[in-house]
């Protein structure tokens, strides 16, 4: 099994539906991340969290919600899709301890498109 | 605020032919310094890191890289390239606590036979 699992892995949802992308990690790791792709951008940060009480926003982080529901789950949820929230995510996870000594472990990415 | 640059969104070489990916950062300190690389339908995978010391860092794969701090640069090279290789990489950047990676935009390599 993959170390980070991301579901499912594409999806087409229409304008205005809420939808959820998941993500589990069996790493251990403390720290995870939600990223967005987009070609020609490059990865930007949406949300991360250090533990389970602890959220924050990152780079892009408008219309986007998450829930950190365990140390291995975090969800990241489109409250009301629009067409421009279309794009590759990644959720990914890292060590607390390293201090980015170990950098990040990526899941394959959810392909969403919204229509 | 930080950021990363790779001013070559595509790039083509012949197999057996060396590589060289060019990556400039922009931060106040000497950030971490990442290379990854993405395979199709794949998630990122960590290619080689720098933080501190030998300016020159050994990666997976037989990539490696070079901090030169004077051109605020991390360039990553690799004497022959395989058509395995042929992905798209990305440069990045964070602080030492390591909670705001950012990445460039990525080049994509292509690999002629």
């Known amino acids: 099994d993959a170390d980070v699992t991301q579901t499912p892995r594409n999806r087409i949802t229409k304008t205005g539906k809420r939808i959820m992308l998941e993500c589990s990690q069996t790493?251990?790791?403390?720290?995870m991340y939600w990223y967005r792709q987009d070609p020609g951008l490059g990865l930007r940060l949406i949300y991360y969290?250090?533990?389970?009480?602890?959220?924050n926003k990152g780079e892009i982080s408008d219309g986007y919600s998450v829930s950190r529901q365990a140390q291995a789950k975090f969800s990241l949820s489109l409250e009301s899709a629009i067409p421009n929230q279309t794009a590759l995510y990644f959720c990914?996870?890292?060590?607390?301890?390293?201090?980015?000594?170990?950098?990040?472990?990526f899941g394959s990415g959810t392909r969403l498109t919204v229509v | 605020a930080q950021s990363v640059t790779q001013p070559d969104i595509h790039i083509t070489v012949s197999e057996g032919a060396s590589l060289e990916l060019r990556c400039n950062y922009s931060y106040g300190a000497t950030p971490y310094l990442f290379w990854y690389v993405q395979s199709p339908g794949q998630g990122l995978q960590l290619l080689l890191k720098?933080?501190?010391?030998?300016?020159l860092v050994q990666g997976i794969k037989g990539f490696e890289a070079e901090f030169k701090r004077s051109q605020s640069s991390f360039n990553l090279r690799k004497p022959s390239v395989h058509w395995s290789d042929a992905a798209e990489y990305f440069c990045a950047v964070a602080p030492y606590n390591n909670n705001d990676m950012r990445f460039g935009a990525g080049t994509r390599l292509t690999v002629k036979p």
């Open positions: 720098y933080f501190s010391g030998d300016t």
């Open positions: 990914a996870t890292s060590d607390q301890g390293g201090q980015g000594a170990y950098g990040y472990t």
């Open positions: 790493k251990g790791h403390d720290r």
């Open positions: 969290s250090f533990d389970v009480k602890d959220i």
